[in-house]
């Protein structure tokens, strides 16, 4: 009688009343997860080197966190897979070929750095695995752009170099683009295997695709960020991408080509440095694909989202301050 | 501020710890990045900067008696403008491959905001002794500062210490670039902090180890 007393007694608690399964450390291990098909797809490729550098990058990651962690006395949270992520996107940022040492200190810089210093996970301004790569991509800018072809042979070969599509599309134009690749639907495939140089993880559109859907699908990222992006840069590619004349660009090529959809599924969406106000991601999107065609199409780079989305991680903060929607039931406040 | 009493060591040592102008004030930051990728061009500027300093107090309290409160301004402006030139013309005449590299900086020392602070908040208020040594802690703070910055900077950035390589390999050419300079000033400004934080938390826990031994 007693028990059931007190299971009918009213319980006053403060909000939220409803909670739901997710955790941190779920949606995390379920980005990793969403990682693996664009992961196998290179390792096809570019054979044991793209996963010794992976791994390199992850292992740095997770221990500069912990140490650092341990060091400070704080509570230690490598297992919440935040660390892992930023190691293995960071790891799919760079070129299989790179010497070891690269991955180390550009995760180390990421994690401690860009992470740790602003006050862990949810406090960092901007994403940590691309602060690492453009502080590896100033730092050693050679070694940073020595892009292997990729051999679908699961050996060490010593690869041949090759330029990324994009640099052969700055440097040379499409023309030169085609030779290489056949025509156009053969270059179109290759794009969307991954049969291409590149960094490890951004070359094979779509197994990057079935990833995002996974994340879409889950609701753990919404469509905003991703779409504004991507149809801002084959908006832009279709209007100036062309020479000479406007509106007679290829979108599709600018679509598949480069860091583009990895780096709008799984970098622009990153939480802690995207606006939180689903208008202001759509305003965030639009920011990184416009700044990424005008690298692409006016830099001195051949590719630009990795700028994009550091730049608009800024700006992240004056969006949401600024596109602040009313409160229910509040009344607009009178433009004076 | 009033008349200072503090006395002539503490005030130097002031300059150069608790008030340093880099690590602590954070102001004069411009030419801290610009001019620290090489510990040479980091020297000159911080020899530079005690020189001006130094002098600029020592004439701002001469003179202190004589100049209305309301035309200070142009009168401190003047006066560091003329120190300014004569390093300016020296190292132009003596020194001219370090001149090349950081004569725009030297001359921007003009608009120094620590130079002006403290002929405004000290040397204006101070006798002549407490001045020249406040002006040469600030400066000496200053030149430290630039020294630690730039050695990190050329070591990491290209391998080398004032102009003689030392370590062989792929160097991290980030630290040399503006980039770099925001990096190592960040990072060296936490550690400078840090270590405060652990001096005053030995020195209080001595304390309260004293007050139970009492």
Request: aromatic share 12%; hydrophobic share 55%; proline share 5%.
């Amino acid at each position: 009688m007693a028990t059931e007393a007190k299971t009918q007694q009213l319980v006053v608690s403060v909000s939220p009343h409803v909670r739901d399964e997710e955790s941190i450390a779920k949606i995390m291990w379920t980005v990793n997860f969403a990682l693996l098909p664009a992961l196998i797809m290179s390792v096809y490729y570019f054979g044991p080197r793209a996963v010794y550098v992976t791994a390199l990058c992850i292992v740095t990651a997770v221990l500069s966190e912990r140490l650092f962690q341990k060091g400070l006395k704080r509570k230690v949270t490598t297992n919440d897979g935040s660390a892992f992520l930023t190691g293995l996107l960071l790891g799919m940022n760079l070129p299989p070929s790179v010497p070891f040492y690269i991955p180390v200190v550009g995760s180390a810089v990421s994690i401690l750095i860009a992470k740790m210093l602003f006050g862990g996970l949810g406090y960092n301004i901007f994403n940590p695995a691309l602060v690492g790569r453009a502080f590896l991509l100033i730092t050693w800018p050679k070694l940073m752009t020595i892009w292997s072809e990729p051999t679908a042979q699961f050996v060490a070969l010593d690869a041949k170099t090759t330029a990324t599509p994009l640099g052969i599309l700055k440097e040379e134009g499409i023309v030169k683009l085609l030779e290489i690749f056949g025509d156009k639907m053969s270059l179109y495939s290759h794009l969307l295997m991954g049969n291409r140089a590149g960094s490890i993880g951004e070359t094979s559109a779509l197994a990057l695709l079935i990833g995002g859907a996974l994340l879409l699908y889950k609701r753990y990222i919404t469509w905003h960020i991703p779409f504004s992006f991507l149809g801002t840069v084959a908006l832009l590619a279709w209007v100036f991408g062309g020479k000479g004349a406007l509106f007679t660009g290829d979108p599709v090529i600018h679509l598949l080509s480069g860091g583009l959809m990895l780096g709008a599924f799984f970098m622009a969406t990153d939480y802690v440095t995207c606006p939180t106000i689903r208008k202001g991601q759509i305003v965030f999107g639009i920011g990184c694909g416009a700044i990424t065609m005008l690298i692409r199409l006016k830099g001195g780079f051949p590719e630009g989202v990795m700028f994009a989305i550091l730049l608009m991680n800024c700006f992240a903060p004056l969006i949401d301050r600024n596109m602040k929607p009313a409160l229910f039931g509040a009344v607009k406040a009178a433009k004076k | 501020m009033g008349h200072t009493d503090k006395s002539n060591w503490e005030l130097i040592k002031n300059g150069i710890f608790s008030e340093n102008t880099i690590f602590r004030m954070a102001i004069s930051l411009c030419p801290s990045i610009a001019v620290t990728n090489s510990l040479k061009n980091g020297f000159f500027m911080g020899v530079s900067v005690i020189f001006v300093q130094t002098m600029v107090n020592l004439t701002v309290s001469l003179i202190r008696g004589f100049v209305h409160p309301k035309i200070r301004i142009p009168i401190f402006m003047m006066i560091i403008a003329g120190y300014v030139s004569i390093i300016d013309m020296t190292m132009a005449a003596f020194a001219r491959p370090v001149y090349k590299q950081i004569g725009l900086y030297i001359q921007l020392i003009v608009a120094f905001a620590s130079i002006f602070a403290r002929a405004e908040v000290f040397a204006v208020k101070n006798k002549l002794v407490p001045s020249v040594c406040d002006g040469l802690g600030m400066g000496i703070g200053f030149f430290l500062a630039m020294i630690v910055i730039s050695f990190f900077r050329e070591l990491l950035g290209k391998g080398a210490l004032w102009g003689f390589p030392i370590v062989e390999g792929n160097p991290l050419l980030i630290m040399v670039l503006p980039a770099g300079g925001f990096f190592a000033v960040g990072l060296l400004m936490g550690f400078f902090n840090w270590m405060d934080a652990k001096i005053a938390e030995r020195k209080s826990a001595g304390q309260a180890v004293e007050k139970q031994a009492a």
